[in-house]
């Protein structure tokens, strides 16, 4: 099954949102094939102080960041590498 730029483009625009709204369980493909399974956010709530962004980053098209809470630093994965989102918390 393939999937259109409309559900790719959807699907980065729930994970942006998810992040937004707390901790988020996702998979996406990486640049070398292999499956990633993620944990992360991009609420300031969750992110430790000495990590929250400075302002001084350039985003970059066609990319979702987020602060993945299990390496404790921010990783950034493709649009259209995302396979699914599995879960979320807001504790």
Known sequence: MSNSVETR?????????AL??????FSFRKTNGEIRQAYGTTKFDFIPEENLPKGTGTPTAGTV?????????WR?????????IDGTSNL
Do not use: H, P, W
């Not at 937004?20 to 369980?25: A, P, S």
């Not at 960041?65 to 630093?73: P, R």
């Not at 950034?76 to 699914?84: A, K, L, N, V």
């Open 9 to 17: 483009e959807t699907l980065a625009q729930e994970l942006r949102s």
């Open 20 to 25: 937004q709204n707390g901790r988020v369980d």
């Open 65 to 73: 960041k987020f602060f993945d809470l299990e390496k404790q630093e």
């Open 76 to 84: 950034s994965c493709r649009e259209d590498s995302i396979i699914s």
